[in-house]
T-cell receptor, first 111, second 111 residues
């Protein structure tokens, strides 16, 4: 069983809509979360990271973290067709440099 | 310009042949990684290298070995490739516990 679970597996949202993606770690030693975006046929690129409880916003993207439940969520407002991609959540803990990835959420934004 | 370069991009091998995947980075990052990506499984860590000749197994090391003789270069070797090693392989590097920078990937088919 994967240590990082992502939901939903796939998501379709209309252009201009809000996309919400979830990620939970089962490893209580985790203290860093990362969101990567991977367009079809390309390599993953870091989108946002969060280490502290609360919320972090960058443009249309907002990340939440609840460290007690080891749950993070990524919200994309005003979704664009160019946001269509595989979104990967990764978790790591201080000192071991190992990033564990979830299976991803495939987002499709339709015009 | 920060870059991780993987060679080759595409490779077809027969079962039992040896495979060498190469990765280079120009950022002087200490830590480098090899991941494989299969549909529905996300990115799975094969090996991590903390620096020259300082390598550690990841989650799925069986059937693979690595070599790092220079900080900027990290190789993945498959001795006697198997059909279940058909996958997309990504190399990545990072500066301590920071953003992972991925190469473009190598698509390996073992027939």
């Amino acid at each position: 069983q994967q240590k990082v679970q992502q939901s939903p597996e796939s998501l379709i949202v209309p252009e201009g809509g809000m996309a919400s993606l979830n990620c939970t770690s089962s490893d209580r030693n985790v203290d860093y979360f990362w969101w990567y975006r991977q367009h079809s046929g390309k390599s993953p690129k870091m989108l946002m990271s969060i280490f502290s409880n609360g919320e972090k916003e960058e443009g249309r993207f907002t990340v939440h973290l609840n460290k007690a439940s080891l749950h993070t969520s990524l919200h994309i407002r005003d979704s664009q067709p160019s946001d269509s991609a595989l979104y990967l959540c990764a978790a790591s803990n201080t000192g071991n440099y190992k990033y564990v990835f979830g299976a991803g959420t495939r987002l499709k934004v339709i015009a | 310009d920060m870059k991780v370069t993987q060679m080759p991009r595409y490779l077809i091998k027969r079962m039992g042949e040896n495979v060498l995947l190469e990765c280079g980075q120009d950022m002087s990052h200490e830590t480098m990684y090899w991941y494989r990506q299969d549909p529905g499984l996300g990115l799975q860590l094969i090996y991590i290298s903390y620096d020259v000749d300082s390598n550690s197994e990841g989650d799925i090391p069986k059937g693979y070995r690595v070599s790092r003789k220079k900080r900027e270069h990290f190789s993945l070797i498959l001795d006697s490739a198997k059909t279940n090693q058909t996958s997309v392989y990504f190399c990545a590097s990072s500066l301590r516990e920071n953003t992972l920078y991925f190469g473009a990937g190598t698509r390996l088919s073992v027939l």
